[in-house]
């Protein structure tokens, strides 16, 4: 069984920087393509980042390009976000995901993902 654990979120100032960072266990991490979605207070939960299953690609949304970066160690089963330049925008429940797939595409559609993590909450004040 699949489980995916965030870690990292936490409350910041606007213009500080978080790293964020998930765990797979339950099956080989370097299957999955890995990404990072965010959902505020009474909006859809948005992709932010998407990183292929060997690291060779990555994909950002328009929001966050420039300011956040993915990363991942396969050694380590661990895919990250760096997120630098925060703004109060920026709030919400971070969650990781896991799309089975062993070529270089990344989705970003939810559906595409077949696990998920229960999040990690990411404040920015002003």
């Known amino acids: 069984q699949v489980q995916l654990v965030e870690s990292g979120g936490g409350l910041v100032q606007a213009g500080g920087s978080l790293r964020l960072s998930c765990v797979l266990s339950g099956r080989p991490f370097s299957s999955f393509a890995m990404g990072w979605f965010r959902q505020a207070p009474g909006k859809d939960r948005e992709f932010v980042a998407g990183i292929s299953w060997s690291g060779g690609r990555e994909f950002y949304g328009d929001s966050v390009k420039g300011r956040f970066t993915i990363s991942r160690d396969n050694a380590k089963k661990t895919v990250y976000l760096q997120m630098n330049n925060l703004e109060p925008e920026d709030t919400a429940v971070y969650y990781c995901?896991?799309?089975?797939?062993?070529?270089?595409?990344?989705?970003?559609?939810?559906?595409?993902?077949?696990?998920w993590g229960r999040g990690t909450q990411v404040t920015v004040s002003s």
């Open positions: 995901a896991a799309d089975y797939r062993l070529n270089q595409l990344i989705s970003t559609h939810q559906g595409d993902f077949d696990y």
